[in-house]
Structures are given as C-alpha cells and as structure tokens.
C-alpha cells in the first residue's frame, strides 16, 4: 500500500491497518477482539476507521531508548539486613500462596475409577482400554 494511498483511506481492513504499523493480519484483529480499536462491522466486513489510526498515532509516546532497570543481585545485596529479610519473607509467602492456589488434581473415587490414587490421564486411558477390549468381546 502507498503512503498516499493510505493517507486518502476512510477506512482500512484489520490486514492493511496492521499493516500500517508494521505487524500481521493477526496483530489487527486481536486489536479489534481486545477492543482497544473501534471497528465498523455493520456492512459484511470488518473496517477500521482512519480516525482510530489517528487516535492511536496521537496517544504513542515517544520513545527514548531507555529501558527499564533490572533487578540484580548487587541491588538486593545493598539492602540492609531487616529489608532483605523482609523481602525474602515476602517472597516465600508469594510462593507459598501460589503453592495453595494451585491445588494438584485428584481423581475422586467413582464405579469408572475405583482408585483414588490414579492420574486423570491413567483413568481415561484406562475406560478406553476397557470399552476397546468390550467392543473387541462382543464382536
């Protein structure tokens, strides 16, 4: 697409307002899905309308090759003594409450799976080995 094609459009399909910026057809419709672009899909195809592209052009920041610092051990290590064990009490909790979250699964014991110590994987196999070998018997 020519810039000045693209400078006269109206609107632009999610593929050539991806495209505008650089990204695939797949990037613009997970905008659209994400509703961070307004569409227009009243007429039998997805279009976005040129002021969305302006809107978005607007709110982008300017990036000034800064990026984020990273934590390291040198920075943990300046700590004193008392924010260091704070923190790494603070980090074993987070740890421990993502352990509790997370439940493992358990089969419950039921006429399929009388064993309440089998994976879930170990009991499908198991009901599909036995309707198999019932399908094979009655044949």
């Given at each position: 697409m020519s810039e000045f094609s693209a400078l006269?459009?109206?609107?632009?399909?999610?593929?050539?307002?991806?495209?505008?910026?650089?990204?695939s057809q797949t990037w613009g419709y997970r905008q659209i899905y994400a509703s961070k672009v307004n569409a227009i899909t009243e007429h039998g195809r997805i279009l976005i309308p040129a002021k969305e592209v302006e809107r978005i052009l607007e709110k982008a920041g300017i990036y000034n090759g800064k990026e984020k610092p990273k934590?390291?051990?040198?920075?943990?290590?300046?700590?004193?003594t008392e924010e260091q064990s704070v923190w790494q009490r603070f980090v074993k909790n987070r740890?421990?409450?993502?352990?509790?979250?997370?439940?493992?699964?358990?089969?419950?014991?039921?006429k399929h799976n009388p064993k309440s110590s089998a994976s879930p994987r170990q009991s499908l196999l198991a009901r599909v080995a036995k309707s198999w070998?019932?399908?094979?018997?009655n044949r």
């Open positions: 006269n459009r109206v609107a632009f399909s999610p593929g050539e307002f991806a495209e505008l910026f650089g990204k934590q390291s051990k040198a920075e943990f290590k300046k700590l004193t740890r421990g409450a993502d352990a509790e979250q997370k439940p493992r699964m358990e089969v419950p014991a039921s070998r019932d399908n094979a018997a």
